[in-house]
């Protein structure tokens, strides 16, 4: 069959706007299309991670997280190295058997029963705290009080749905994207256009 190389059409040969002896050499191939393949292999687990994630596999999750270990300390990344690099230390040295499993199944959660929905657990808490700041922000009573504390922290998933809810109950559909959709196609014929000008892949 026709490989990619036949199908994918090289670009211009890159060549260095100096002038002049001191110039640096020009690189040899297309330089854009390496980069491209390079961010596409960038992009790979972290699309592995995010499916992985919604379909509850913590295993294949943690693979990702081991290989960005070195790829978050290549680039600088420190914060994000340390934080990796502690987590996979205290699987393989420091946590019991009994941790690593209680761990890994409440790493993640899914409200709704649906397959492919699953959610880290961490950052729902983080989206649920900052809905909480937002209402006791627009009500006098403040964060600390026991109607925040005993009520509405306790129920904020099911005071977060009421509005969806509200609608199914008296038949109004969800709002329709159609506004949004034409926007994004323009975006895309433009993107497209520009790439195809500068010789993208």
């Not at 029963?113 to 649920?128: A, K, S, Y």
């Amino acid at each position: 069959g026709q490989t990619c190389r036949d199908s994918v059409s090289a670009g211009s040969q890159w060549t260095s706007p100096f002038q002049g002896s001191s110039a640096p050499a020009a690189p040899r191939g297309d330089q854009i299309l390496a980069n491209t393949i390079l961010c596409m292999r960038d992009s790979m687990p972290h699309y592995e991670f995010q499916s992985a994630i919604a379909d509850r596999d913590i295993g294949c999750a943690m693979n990702v997280m081991a290989v960005w270990v070195f790829t978050f300390c290549g680039s600088g990344r420190s914060k994000y190295t340390s934080e990796l690099l502690e987590v996979a230390c205290n699987f393989e040295h420091k946590y019991s058997n009994e941790l690593k499993t209680a761990i890994m199944n409440n790493w993640l959660c899914d409200l709704n029963g649906d397959e492919g929905r699953w959610f880290p657990m961490d950052l729902m808490q983080e989206h649920n705290i900052n809905f909480l700041k937002s209402m006791s922000g627009s009500r006098s009573s403040p964060f600390a009080d026991p109607f925040f504390k005993e009520v509405i922290s306790l129920n904020i998933h099911n005071f977060l749905d009421i509005k969806e809810s509200l609608r199914t109950a008296v038949g109004i559909g969800a709002k329709s994207g159609s506004h949004k959709q034409k926007k994004k196609a323009v975006a895309l014929r433009h993107l497209r256009n520009t790439m195809h000008e500068h010789e993208l892949h």
